[in-house]
């Protein structure tokens, strides 16, 4: 654009200037009024619309706006002219199409399997039905009134309560212990929320709170409290963590060889505790995820936090 400093041309008539600088206090205007309404003078300049999916990540949602050429969607409505100078003529067109870049689609990608940390987060898949998939660690966590409401008697040398749908299989499986020579009790079966509290608080009286957190959970935390889940030892036999390591015993043998043909997966076991499971090696600790999932965890050769996660950030 030419300005009103420098040399004027010699043979300007007043008339002509006073049209050139009404030209320019014409264009300045426009370009003010551009940078008020937010738009751009230049196409470089524009904003490009985020694409924002339902369900998409604010960490992808932060990177797309944070790079203009990275997803810039047209809008629909016709941009000002690109051109500046007194020669400029409002184009028709929107934005040229041929300096849009393609949107990228965005893919879902699994979500890493989150640290061993200390939380209060209430579990997403809390419903009583969805007992098989509820992930539970030491951040992810029951409602405190989570309870069944079809405990049943385990029937077990032991006894305890389960959920009902666990019984058949449970008892199937103590059946199956004693005829291998290997015979089970229940040591500890479902606990409350408010048992769990008192639990978790003689483990800190006793043990100290790092060892505590380290074998047991913290109320709302715990496996126990969805009523699918047992603590066995063998038939007659003390406490198993009293134990060196009651799964060298033939009760522990068999119960880690062969719990998972009854639905049961050992959700502590010593590879991957506490690294990928927030727990110490538990080898009597055993959780019913019912005998199609549980084939299913075995055969991934992962633990099953690492299985619930991976499945449900699927
Ligand atoms: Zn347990």
């Not at 941009?79 to 929107?94: K, R």
């Not at 879902?108 to 399997?113: C, D, I, K, T």
Request: with cysteine; aromatic share 8%; proline share 11%.
């Amino acid at each position: 654009m030419e300005t009103s400093t420098g040399a004027v041309p010699r043979r300007w008539s007043p008339t002509r200037r006073r049209r050139e600088l009404a030209t320019a206090l014409v264009l300045l205007l426009v370009l003010a009024q551009g940078a008020s309404t937010g738009i751009a003078a230049a196409p470089k300049l524009a904003s490009p619309v985020p694409r924002s999916a339902p369900g998409s990540s604010p960490v992808s949602a932060a990177a797309a706006s944070a790079s203009p050429s990275a997803s810039p969607v047209p809008s629909g409505t016709p941009a000002p002219s690109a051109s500046v100078g007194p020669s400029a003529v409002p184009s028709p067109l929107p934005w040229p199409s041929a300096s849009v870049a393609p949107s990228p689609t965005p893919t879902p990608r699994p979500q890493p399997l989150p640290r061993c940390t200390y939380a209060d987060v209430i579990t997403r898949d809390r419903d009583p039905d969805d007992w098989a998939i509820t992930f539970l660690d030491t951040v992810y966590r029951l409602p405190t009134m989570y309870g069944p409401r079809d405990l049943v008697r385990t029937g077990v040398a032991g006894g305890g309560s389960v959920r009902r749908l666990v019984a058949g299989d449970l008892r199937a499986m103590a059946r199956a212990a004693t005829a291998a020579g290997a015979p089970i009790q229940i040591v500890s079966a479902y606990r409350s929320y408010a048992a769990q509290i008192s639990d978790f608080a003689y483990w800190v009286r006793v043990s100290g709170l790092a060892a505590a957190l380290l074998g047991s959970a913290r109320p709302g935390h715990s496996e126990h409290q969805l009523g699918t889940t047992i603590d066995v030892t063998s038939l007659g036999g003390g406490l198993p963590w009293h134990m060196w390591d009651w799964g060298t015993t033939p009760a522990g043998r068999w119960m880690r060889q062969n719990s998972w043909r009854y639905g049961f997966v050992m959700s502590y076991p010593a590879k991957g505790s506490p690294a990928k499971t927030c727990y110490r090696y538990e080898p009597w600790h055993f959780r019913y995820v019912g005998r199609e999932m549980a084939a299913a965890v075995r055969a991934s050769g992962l633990t099953l936090r690492e299985y619930l996660w991976r499945e449900r950030s699927r």
